[in-house]
């Protein structure tokens, strides 16, 4: 990508300082602010296997919390790819509070690659905090999720590329390919848009040793893929393909515009206010690598057969677009440079840069505050059943499924209930699934217990 000749470089008045305080101001708001649980079933299928891989185990085993699913033999199969459960295990080998750490390390990191991306380009680097300014952003780095490492990544691999480092952009798409499925079509759009770049240049034979020592790193972790999926089912695909092989409709189809499609357009006009106009920044710096990742990206999500919503209007916009992150991600870099360059031409600099400090102070503390409130009565089940289990002396801490997301959380063993395994002492449960999307209840009619505590629809079962 080539700097607007227009654009003059970054001065004194463009300093870090802004950006420096603003950023330390919001580590402590999410440090303040520290996650209680967990908030989708998917960190409870990563966390599970991770806690697997911590007991010496692959292949799920009986009494094991997680998500997984059986295959027409009956074998258990993890729904979810090894690579990240690797990366959480000696997050939750510590303490599981700690797997947060992840996504808010990768937010920074986001950040920072934005800096100085928007600082090459002239254009001011305070802009970068509109990133955290992003609901969706600072809403997935609460969680374990992959998709804010993945923006993470994926920035980085970009900027590498166009900073002519191949091999550290090799490895970083190495990573962009192991963090989701997902990845091979960020790293494919990666790869095309440099080999357009290659046409306009000169030394055709520097950009050619270029894409092929960054093609080797998407290749190689693919072939890492691979072997991680064998040694996890002991097929090459991923499993996921067992989560949907009862589906009557196709995963893919042009059907799903109207809904699927029509949701990712909507909260990218709305969250932030007009997103997509980031693309025509991206198209101003010739960005060609970004702009197929959005196209390819948004384009094949778009006629999937899912996309996130929430338990409400505007939850449903900001979650809208968890699994088309690394598309948002790149729209937000055009989408600041644009705002900068805006307010360099009106002389609103200053003014603006504060707007989006103060925006992404905001943004944190509210997102945080009512992100704890919805966890409240799944800290406070989970403190009162460890209180219970230190008194009962030993053992594992019991859960069902419909109260994993909190019980996970628990730093010793946490054993599934009911299953094969030795029924424990203490059980943390729920009368009502900690999902929006289920409508069916739960129970925690179990027999032989009794409940102890209660916390909001959680309690706290006792052996008799």
Not at 117 to 125: E, T
Not at 272 to 282: F, H, N, R
Not at 421 to 441: D, H, I, N, W
């Amino acid at each position: 990508m080539t700097a607007s000749p227009s654009v003059r470089p970054v001065g004194s008045s463009l300093g870090l300082a802004p950006l420096l305080a603003a950023t330390l101001l919001v580590a402590i708001a999410m440090v303040a602010l520290w996650p209680n649980a967990f908030s989708f079933g998917d960190e409870v299928g990563y966390v599970g296997q991770a806690r697997l891989l911590l007991s010496g185990h692959v292949s799920p085993i009986s009494g094991a919390p997680g998500t997984f699913d059986r295959q027409p033999n009956g074998i258990a199969v993890s729904r979810y790819p090894l690579f990240v459960p690797i990366v959480l295990a000696p997050f939750v080998a510590a303490c599981p509070r700690l797997v947060f750490l992840v996504g808010l390390i990768s937010l920074g990191g986001i950040v920072a690659a934005a800096a100085q991306v928007l600082k090459r380009w002239g254009s001011d680097p305070a802009m970068a905090l509109l990133f955290v300014a992003h609901p969706t952003m600072t809403l997935m780095a609460r969680t374990a999720m992959p998709d804010v490492p993945l923006v993470a990544a994926s920035l980085f691999a970009w900027s590498q590329l166009d900073k002519d480092r191949p091999k550290s952009a090799a490895g970083w798409l190495a990573l962009v390919v192991l963090l989701k499925p997902t990845g091979i079509v960020i790293a494919a759009g990666l790869l095309a848009g440099r080999a357009v770049e290659a046409l306009a240049r000169s030394d055709r034979r520097s950009e050619y040793r270029t894409l092929l020592l960054a093609g080797t790193g998407t290749l190689l972790g693919g072939l890492v893929v691979l072997l991680l999926n064998w040694v996890s089912w002991h097929h090459l695909s991923y499993s996921y393909g067992v989560v949907f092989e009862n589906m009557s409709a196709p995963r893919f189809s042009p059907r799903y515009l109207p809904t699927t499609g029509v949701r990712y357009l909507v909260s990218l006009l709305i969250v932030p206010p007009a997103l997509l106009i980031g693309a025509v920044g991206l198209w101003r710096r010739r960005c060609y690598g970004p702009l197929f990742v959005v196209g390819g990206l948004v384009g094949m999500m778009a006629i999937y057969f899912f996309a996130d919503w929430g338990p409400g209007t505007t939850e449903t916009w900001v979650l809208a677009q968890r699994l088309i992150l690394p598309a948002s991600g790149f729209l937000l870099i055009g989408y600041a440079d644009l705002l900068s360059s805006l307010g360099q031409h009106l002389r609103l600099a200053p003014l603006l840069r504060w707007f989006v400090v103060v925006a992404a102070s905001v943004v944190v503390i509210a997102v945080g505050f009512r992100h704890r409130a919805r966890q409240h009565d799944m800290r406070e089940a989970l403190i009162a059943a460890e209180d219970v289990l230190a008194r009962e002396g030993q053992g594992a801490l019991g859960t069902t499924e419909s109260a994993m997301k909190a019980s996970m959380m628990h730093r010793g063993p946490v054993s599934l209930v009911p299953s094969r395994a030795p029924a424990p002492r203490v059980v943390l449960c729920s009368v009502k699934s900690e999902s929006y999307r289920a409508e069916a209840g739960a129970s925690c009619d179990l027999s032989g217990y009794d409940s102890v505590a209660a916390y909001g629809t959680y309690r706290v079962l006792r052996a008799r």
